[in-house]
């Protein structure tokens, strides 16, 4: 009979044969809930999701009320549809309640670790004081009481507490809940912006899996996400601290770690080729060799890992980078001289589904970021062609004359872009209050400003104005529809102040004279030793920092970048390393 014999493999985690007999006792009718709960579970397992969904939804046509199927479909939900798999995790709990269910735990775990993701901090903080009444806290209720206060102003005492509280845990805890502890006590610190503090529990997780004698074969599966998500947090730590051979290896568990929002994934990239139609480049030093580079995450990393590309034209025969459409003619302009030599060559999607592209014109292939573990492990080893890019010259002069002529007064032009990218929190972290950005520009009459920022800024543009601020908004640039007609507009400045955003990219790859507002939140892109003045991709970018003490503080940065404008806002010079 299929489905007892489905219940052994998967008991021993045969999955491939639990599969085969899952199957077989469907179609021999033999289901119940126990089936449908099992079977999703193990399709989930095998990555078969839509199949795992499809069987998740005929369960609860057939067992509405079994909190076991609830909660999966919840869990296949979480990501895609977080505000339905609420709604299901709350249903699991009642049924959870009514039948006194021994997973109900598990579902308040997941139900509040999905409220925490989600921003409800509020929602989350009140069920786990519930259930503080009600049974010992869970790791996972433990860690997520962490985060929500990381997220929040919570007092440092009540922080420490909990601290405390999950160390002496840590000390008997069983070794699955050993690492996540260590894991989220890393993330913990990270937060805090305690990056040394951070490194030294991520160590003292793998230290722990790496001298683990034996993990169960059922728990593998749960060590492997724990170590390719917290993997990622650890390269942004090493990379912040400058340790580049740890961090760029750790950095390629950003391909498989999940990320909130449409990117799905950490870093983000279209293969055109698999691995089996074109191998992965692995570092092979091979002059002849034909390589392709793949763009991924933002438009801004892309240009960012770009700037690296010079180095690698001295050690292969060709370069292929396959890019978004609105990157396009930038490269082929910045590259036209290595092009028409037939050392690169660039390509997007279409090229792919036209057939111009096909996996036989090169011997490797490479997402960009990951170059960097081959032959990126100095800081001199970065920015090896400056500029790295070329701006259409004639647009460039048009628009410098057409804002020079707004009245007859010589002025400097200083393009300003004050707001970050990113979702929710992040955006706020990274960008600068509009009012408190007035405040600098107000001080320099002499300057016209330009603005370079990305989005709908006519309101805030007109209110400047209004205060006084010589200011230009160009209607007919919107970079996320021509982002080369933009790059032409900052070309066309003396000088520009930007927080860390796309814009960095563009004016550090145009060796344009650059102050970088970096916010105390800033990410693995940058160093956060405070004796670091430059960027260590751009050379022309300095580095105005926030007060990481008092991280609303912006005023020894705006200071900074004050004197810099009054001093003719000359290429930056300081420290990189």
């Not at 004698?213 to 390719?228: A, R, T, Y």
């Not at 647009?395 to 979702?423: C, H, I, M």
């Amino acid at each position: 009979m299929g489905f007892p014999r489905a219940l052994k493999a998967h008991a021993a985690n045969k999955l491939d044969e639990a599969e085969i007999e899952y199957r077989r006792a469907y179609g021999q009718g033999q289901v119940n809930e126990i089936f449908f709960q099992n079977f999703v579970a193990l399709l989930k397992q095998q990555g078969k999701i839509d199949e795992s969904r499809k069987f998740c939804e005929e369960g609860i046509r057939r067992y509405p009320r079994h909190a076991g199927i609830l909660r999966n479909y919840a869990n296949l939900l979480r990501h895609e549809q977080p505000s339905y798999a609420i709604e299901l995790y709350l249903l699991a709990i009642r049924v959870g309640l009514e039948s006194e269910d021994k997973s109900l735990a598990n579902n308040l775990d997941d139900l509040i670790n999905l409220l925490r993701s989600q921003g409800l901090d509020s929602w989350a903080l009140a069920l786990i004081k519930s259930e503080f009444l009600h049974r010992p806290p869970s790791v996972l209720m433990l860690m997520n009481l962490l985060l929500i206060m990381d997220a929040s102003d919570a007092d440092s005492g009540v922080k420490q507490v909990v601290i405390d509280s999950v160390n002496h845990y840590l000390q008997t805890a069983p070794l699955l809940d050993a690492v996540t502890i260590d894991f989220s006590l890393a993330t913990h610190y990270l937060t805090q912006l305690e990056h040394r503090h951070a490194l030294s529990y991520f160590e003292s997780a793998f230290n722990r899996i790496e001298n683990a004698s034996l993990i169960p074969q059922s728990d593998k599966d749960k060590f492997q996400e724990l170590v390719d998500s917290n993997s990622w947090n650890f390269s942004c730590a090493c990379l912040a601290l400058q340790d580049f051979k740890r961090g760029w290896k750790l950095f390629e568990h950003g391909l498989r770690t999940p990320a909130d929002g449409q990117q799905r994934w950490q870093r983000a990239l279209i293969k055109p080729f698999n691995a089996t139609e074109l191998p992965l480049w692995r570092g092979e030093n091979d002059p002849s060799q034909r390589l392709l580079l793949l763009e991924e995450q933002a438009v801004g990393d892309a240009m960012m890992f770009i700037t690296l590309v010079p180095r690698l034209l001295d050690e292969t025969r060709h370069l292929g980078l396959y890019l978004s459409p609105r990157l396009v003619s930038i490269y082929q302009r910045s590259f036209a001289d290595e092009i028409e030599q037939n050392l690169v060559s660039i390509y997007t999607k279409d090229d792919l589904f036209s057939g111009r592209l096909v996996a036989n014109q090169f011997d490797r292939q490479i997402p960009l970021g990951s170059i960097c573990q081959h032959r990126f492990l100095r800081v001199k080893d970065y920015a090896p062609r400056v500029p790295v890019l070329i701006a259409d010259e004639c647009q460039a002069d048009q628009f410098r004359n057409e804002y020079l002529a707004v009245n007859q007064t010589p002025k400097r032009l200083v393009g300003v872009s004050w707001r970050g990218g990113g979702r929710g929190k992040r955006i706020k972290q990274k960008s600068l209050a509009v009012d408190v950005f007035a405040e600098l520009m107000l001080k320099h009459p002499n300057i016209r400003f330009i603005d370079l920022q990305y989005g709908n800024t006519t309101d805030q543009i007109k209110h400047w104005q209004k205060q006084g601020i010589d200011i230009v908004h160009d209607s007919r640039v919107n970079p996320l529809k021509n982002m080369d007609l933009w790059l032409s507009q900052v070309k066309a400045c003396d000088a520009v102040i930007s927080v860390a955003n796309t814009t960095i990219h563009g004016a550090g790859g145009l060796n344009v004279p650059t102050q970088c507002l970096l916010s105390s939140y800033s990410d693995w892109r940058w160093f956060v030793d405070p004796s670091v003045k430059r960027s260590y991709w751009y050379s022309s970018v300095g580095i105005a920092r926030q007060s990481r003490t008092h991280r609303s503080t912006w005023q020894h940065a705006f200071q900074q970048v004050s004197v810099w404008l009054s001093n003719g806002c000359p290429i930056p010079t300081g420290e990189r390393e």
